[in-house]
Protein backbone atom coordinates (compact mmCIF):
# COMPACT_ATOMS: atom_id res chain seq x y z
CA UNK A 1 0.00 0.00 0.00
CA UNK A 2 2.81 2.17 0.94
CA UNK A 3 4.21 1.82 -2.40
CA UNK A 4 1.20 2.56 -4.26
CA UNK A 5 0.67 5.88 -2.52
CA UNK A 6 4.47 7.00 -3.51
CA UNK A 7 3.22 6.20 -7.37
CA UNK A 8 -0.11 8.33 -6.80
CA UNK A 9 2.23 11.18 -5.52
CA UNK A 10 4.79 11.04 -8.25
CA UNK A 11 1.82 10.65 -10.78
CA UNK A 12 0.28 13.66 -9.37
CA UNK A 13 4.01 15.35 -9.02
CA UNK A 14 4.23 14.37 -12.99
CA UNK A 15 0.74 16.07 -13.87
CA UNK A 16 1.76 19.04 -11.98
CA UNK A 17 4.80 19.59 -13.85
CA UNK A 18 3.44 18.86 -16.93
CA UNK A 19 0.85 21.72 -16.54
CA UNK A 20 3.41 24.41 -14.99
CA UNK A 21 5.25 23.76 -18.49
CA UNK A 22 2.36 23.81 -20.27
CA UNK A 23 1.23 27.16 -18.70
CA UNK A 24 4.84 28.66 -18.84
CA UNK A 25 4.63 27.93 -22.78
CA UNK A 26 1.37 29.65 -23.09
CA UNK A 27 2.33 33.07 -21.32
CA UNK A 28 5.67 33.40 -23.36
CA UNK A 29 3.76 32.88 -26.65
CA UNK A 30 1.22 35.62 -25.27
CA UNK A 31 4.27 37.87 -24.08
CA UNK A 32 5.13 37.54 -27.66
CA UNK A 33 2.46 38.05 -29.45
CA UNK A 34 1.74 41.14 -27.42
CA UNK A 35 5.00 42.58 -27.99
CA UNK A 36 4.60 42.15 -31.64
CA UNK A 37 1.06 43.45 -32.02
CA UNK A 38 2.42 46.52 -30.09
CA UNK A 39 5.17 47.33 -32.68
CA UNK A 40 2.90 46.46 -35.68
CA UNK A 41 0.44 49.00 -34.24
CA UNK A 42 2.65 51.41 -33.04
CA UNK A 43 3.82 51.35 -36.90
CA UNK A 44 0.53 51.96 -38.21
CA UNK A 45 -0.06 54.59 -36.11
CA UNK A 46 2.91 56.69 -37.25
CA UNK A 47 2.51 55.89 -40.88
CA UNK A 48 -1.08 56.44 -40.64
CA UNK A 49 -0.12 60.05 -39.19
CA UNK A 50 2.47 60.78 -42.00
CA UNK A 51 0.06 60.01 -44.52
CA UNK A 52 -2.92 61.78 -43.22
CA UNK A 53 -0.83 65.11 -41.98
CA UNK A 54 0.25 65.29 -45.89
CA UNK A 55 -2.98 64.64 -47.28
CA UNK A 56 -4.62 67.20 -44.74
CA UNK A 57 -1.99 69.78 -46.16
CA UNK A 58 -3.29 68.74 -49.85
CA UNK A 59 -6.85 69.02 -49.37
CA UNK A 60 -6.21 72.55 -47.88
CA UNK A 61 -3.98 73.50 -50.85
CA UNK A 62 -6.53 72.44 -53.13
CA UNK A 63 -9.29 73.97 -51.65
CA UNK A 64 -7.38 77.09 -51.56
CA UNK A 65 -5.38 77.13 -55.10
CA UNK A 66 -6.20 80.75 -56.79
CA UNK A 67 -4.26 82.28 -59.00
CA UNK A 68 -1.06 83.67 -56.15
CA UNK A 69 -3.43 82.63 -53.59
CA UNK A 70 -0.40 80.20 -52.00
CA UNK A 71 2.53 81.26 -50.71
CA UNK A 72 5.27 80.12 -48.29
CA UNK A 73 6.31 82.59 -45.66
CA UNK A 74 8.18 83.15 -42.26
CA UNK A 75 6.09 82.99 -39.43
CA UNK A 76 7.94 84.50 -36.39
CA UNK A 77 10.36 82.10 -37.74
CA UNK A 78 8.80 78.89 -38.18
CA UNK A 79 8.56 77.61 -42.04
CA UNK A 80 4.65 78.69 -43.14
CA UNK A 81 2.06 77.66 -45.99
CA UNK A 82 -0.28 80.85 -46.26
CA UNK A 83 -3.59 79.93 -48.05
CA UNK A 84 -5.87 82.57 -49.28
CA UNK A 85 -3.45 85.67 -49.96
CA UNK A 86 -4.83 88.53 -51.28
CA UNK A 87 -7.91 88.05 -49.54
CA UNK A 88 -9.59 89.33 -46.11
CA UNK A 89 -8.84 86.22 -44.11
CA UNK A 90 -6.17 83.53 -44.73
CA UNK A 91 -5.29 79.83 -43.63
CA UNK A 92 -1.56 78.99 -41.86
CA UNK A 93 -0.68 75.74 -41.82
CA UNK A 94 2.96 75.12 -40.02
CA UNK A 95 4.52 72.39 -37.67
CA UNK A 96 5.15 74.06 -34.08
CA UNK A 97 5.93 71.94 -31.14
CA UNK A 98 5.44 68.59 -32.85
CA UNK A 99 2.26 69.86 -34.00
CA UNK A 100 1.15 70.33 -37.82
CA UNK A 101 -0.66 73.30 -36.85
CA UNK A 102 -3.74 75.24 -38.32
CA UNK A 103 -4.56 79.13 -38.09
CA UNK A 104 -7.36 81.25 -39.85
CA UNK A 105 -6.92 84.78 -39.20
CA UNK A 106 -7.24 87.97 -40.38
CA UNK A 107 -4.72 89.10 -43.09
CA UNK A 108 -3.39 91.83 -41.85
CA UNK A 109 -3.28 91.25 -37.62
CA UNK A 110 -0.39 89.75 -35.98
CA UNK A 111 -0.81 86.36 -34.50
CA UNK A 112 1.80 84.16 -32.95
CA UNK A 113 2.34 80.49 -33.51
CA UNK A 114 1.20 78.98 -30.40
CA UNK A 115 -2.44 80.46 -31.45
CA UNK A 116 -2.75 77.68 -34.31
CA UNK A 117 -4.98 74.68 -33.34
CA UNK A 118 -3.63 71.35 -32.90
CA UNK A 119 -4.55 69.19 -36.27
CA UNK A 120 -2.19 66.13 -35.68
CA UNK A 121 1.04 65.27 -34.57
CA UNK A 122 4.35 66.55 -36.94
CA UNK A 123 7.81 67.10 -35.72
CA UNK A 124 8.39 68.87 -39.39
CA UNK A 125 7.20 70.31 -41.80
CA UNK A 126 9.08 71.17 -45.03
CA UNK A 127 7.65 73.01 -48.21
CA UNK A 128 8.74 74.25 -51.20
CA UNK A 129 7.54 76.21 -54.06
CA UNK A 130 8.88 76.37 -57.51
CA UNK A 131 7.16 77.10 -60.92
CA UNK A 132 3.97 75.95 -60.03
CA UNK A 133 4.95 73.29 -57.94
CA UNK A 134 4.12 72.61 -54.14
CA UNK A 135 6.77 70.10 -52.51
CA UNK A 136 5.17 69.22 -49.00
CA UNK A 137 7.25 66.89 -46.79
CA UNK A 138 6.50 65.81 -43.30
CA UNK A 139 8.55 63.92 -41.00
CA UNK A 140 6.91 62.73 -37.41
CA UNK A 141 8.81 61.17 -34.73
CA UNK A 142 8.61 57.69 -34.09
CA UNK A 143 8.35 56.66 -29.80
CA UNK A 144 10.73 53.93 -28.72
CA UNK A 145 12.61 53.88 -32.05
CA UNK A 146 15.65 55.71 -33.15
CA UNK A 147 15.13 58.01 -36.48
CA UNK A 148 11.46 59.69 -38.43
CA UNK A 149 9.04 58.83 -40.90
CA UNK A 150 8.72 60.92 -43.75
CA UNK A 151 5.45 61.63 -46.21
CA UNK A 152 6.40 63.23 -49.15
CA UNK A 153 3.86 64.52 -52.17
CA UNK A 154 4.22 67.10 -54.66
CA UNK A 155 0.99 68.92 -55.99
CA UNK A 156 0.81 70.73 -59.13
CA UNK A 157 -1.04 74.02 -58.18
CA UNK A 158 -3.69 74.50 -61.03
CA UNK A 159 -3.71 78.82 -60.38
CA UNK A 160 0.04 78.66 -61.23
Avoid at 1 to 13: F, R, V, Y
Avoid at 44 to 52: F, H, L, V
Wanted: some cysteine.
Amino acid sequence: MKKNAITHNLDGLAALLLFAVFAASVMAVLLTGAKAYRGVTRRDQEAYNARTAVQYVAQRVRQADSLYGITLEDFEGVECLVLGQGEPYITRLYCYEGWLMELYCLAGESFSPEDGERIIEAQELKLSLDQGMLGVQVLTAQEEAPGSRTSELWLELRSS
